[in-house]
């Protein structure tokens, strides 16, 4: 961070990336359940077993529901060098925002994203619990449209 040939910065553009989404029918439950399931992982004083737990949440289907619009910031790498490059992107808050209130009911702060590749094309809206909600499929790089700059 304080190599300054290396900086970042805001580029002061955006980008509009689309996702469709998707509403998952999901089966089983998380660990905050097991009780309420008497699963074997459960240990007599109804303390529960981290190491001996194998539940989980299994995504059944997925019907699709809509498509949303998620403003990205632009931020440029290497600032002043050869190297220097723009990328983009949404904070979990502001996609879980764009979600709301059609998709998701209740608070922000009631979900978390999770982005099994990384790349931020395919995403999965859970529950703080774990339970995965929705599925965002980010839309081929064609349609994404390039505002100011
Ligand atoms: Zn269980
Ligand atoms: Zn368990």
Redesign the pocket.
């Known amino acids: 961070m304080s190599q300054p040939a290396f900086k970042s910065a805001p580029s002061g553009r955006t980008r509009v990336r689309k996702y469709t989404v998707w509403s998952l029918d999901v089966w089983g ?1 998380g660990p905050d ?2 009780d309420e ?1 008497k ?1 074997d ?1 459960m240990i007599a004083d109804g303390e529960h077993d981290d190491g001996a ?1 194998e ?1 989980h949440w299994d995504v059944n289907d997925r019907c699709r529901v809509g498509e949303i619009e998620v403003t990205e910031q632009g931020t440029l790498h290497n600032v002043g060098t050869p190297h220097q490059f723009e990328s983009f992107s949404a904070t979990d808050t502001e996609i879980i925002e764009a979600l709301l209130p059609e998709y998701l009911r209740g608070a922000a702060e009631n979900f978390e994203i999770d982005d099994p590749s990384c790349d931020g094309f395919s995403l999965y809206v859970n529950l703080i619990s774990g339970e995965p909600l929705l599925e965002l499929e980010s839309v081929s790089g064609d349609a994404f449209l390039n505002r100011g700059g």
């Open positions: 439950h359940e097991c399931h699963c992982c737990c539940c």
